[in-house]
């Protein structure tokens, strides 16, 4: 039978080896982890309120009934489009018929990776669990600290960057000073950290109407975070970051930053020797296959898609829709029938900033507040993998209403550890 590669296996590569499920193909499914992860909720991870097995599952268990499938935990190096192989870290080829590349994104410093280990980005577990870290141990490091300066720089928290992450971030490490750890400490008082929203552009949530933006930035400023918008970082020390705004150059004093700035395109798009947009995603055709192969589709984050002429943005539910076209064209063209073109379905958009605070675009209609925080909890709570994910996470998100506090608190760095510098997390 055909034999089918997906490389990756996020909300695109998931949809597309489900769509094949009863397809004649033999399926091989490419992950250089073993779990698919739900990424929406991944911020939770970072800020203790979920576990990591609430938001993740394993591969292997969701697609067990799949029989046309072979799930393979590797890295793919290489794509030869030509001779049709996959190569993995290791040197090994597979042989494909079709393709299907969701390989995703990454973080992007905009030309300054040395800031990576400064300010880590939020995509995989391994980076929430580090994230989480460097939050619980700043309030640790500032307990410890005599002098106050020292200390202030310990309790003030940067976020880089206004999207959705960054404000799902600020508003809720706010939370968490102001509520969770309250009564905890005895020489510092979380109540009094910072938490400081950079972001370049004039406002927050650049991508949702110019009224939910200002409304989601009312709602963070009442929360207590520090929005500063028109300010564009031009350096990230280890107990600052710099930046210059209307006023010139300013400096603020922080040693915990989080990057939510800015993605790239995963590398794995260069490979395919294919034209590529300024961001290094791949230019795909409407059928979402590349120029010249016909039997190579490129969805997700990676993908350049148009839809009715406009850009399809990288979220999960156009990654789905995605999959679910390149896996029915997979069918067509073994079929011999014409192959149908991608058109992105929006649902609307959601973020939520805090407790009872969220912003939401759902067609026509753009609310606020506490019904949009609730609409927020069904929606993610509905599209996540399994039963006992929704239990686990019902569960935690109920304790957490009731008491502000947060579950997944418990850190494993070692007391010798350099503040501020990665080290093992546990889950």
Request: proline residues 4%; hydrophobic residues 45%; glycine residues 8%.
């Amino acid at each position: 039978m055909p034999h089918v590669i997906i490389v990756g296996c996020g909300f695109g590569g998931l949809a597309a080896a489900r769509e094949l499920a009863n397809a004649k193909v033999d399926i091989t499914l490419i992950d250089r982890s073993n779990h698919h992860l739900f990424q929406p909720l991944l911020y939770q991870v970072a800020t203790a309120g979920l576990s990591a097995p609430a938001i993740s599952a394993p591969i292997r268990s969701i697609l067990a009934e799949q029989r046309n499938l072979t799930s393979l935990m590797a890295a793919v190096s290489d794509i030869d489009t030509t001779r049709k192989v996959v190569t993995l870290e290791n040197g090994s080829e597979i042989g494909y018929d079709y393709l299907i590349v969701a390989a995703g994104s990454t973080h992007s410093y905009f030309g300054h990776d040395e800031w990576a280990a400064l300010a880590p980005g939020l995509k995989t577990l391994a980076d929430a669990f580090e994230i989480r870290r460097r939050i619980l141990m700043a309030f640790e490091y500032a307990e410890r600290e005599d002098d106050p300066a020292r200390r202030g720089e310990w309790l003030t928290f940067t976020v880089i960057g206004a999207g959705a992450t960054g404000v799902e971030m600020a508003g809720t490490l706010i939370e968490i000073a102001r509520h969770t750890l309250s009564g905890e400490f005895r020489r510092i008082d979380p109540h009094q950290a910072r938490v400081v929203l950079v972001e370049g552009s004039d406002r927050v949530l650049g991508a949702y109407p110019a009224d939910l933006s200002e409304q989601a930035r009312s709602q963070l400023v009442k929360l207590g975070v520090d929005v500063r918008t028109s300010s564009r970082v031009t350096a990230i020390e280890d107990d600052c970051v710099r930046y210059v705004d209307r006023d010139g150059e300013q400096r603020l004093a922080s040693r915990t930053v989080i990057w939510s700035a800015g993605v790239a395109a995963s590398p794995l798009g260069k490979t395919l020797k294919t034209p590529l947009d300024r961001a290094g995603r791949v230019v795909v055709q409407g059928d979402l296959s590349i120029p010249g192969h016909p039997e190579v589709f490129v969805i997700g984050d990676l993908a350049a898609a148009l839809s009715d002429g406009k850009p399809v943005p990288g979220v999960s539910p156009a990654a789905k829709q995605m999959g679910r076209v390149a896996a029915r064209n997979i069918r067509h063209q073994m079929a011999s029938k014409p192959l149908e073109n991608f058109k992105y379905s929006d649902y609307g958009s959601l973020a939520t900033i805090g407790r009872k605070a969220a912003v939401a675009m759902v067609g026509r209609f753009k609310f606020s507040g506490f019904l949009a925080w609730l609409f927020w909890l069904f929606v993610h709570v509905y599209f996540l993998i399994g039963f006992r994910n929704r239990l686990l996470v019902m569960s935690d998100w109920g304790w957490a209403y009731l008491t502000f506090k947060r579950s997944a608190r418990v850190i494993s760095s070692s007391i010798d550890a350099k503040p501020g510098k990665p080290d093992d997390a546990s889950m």
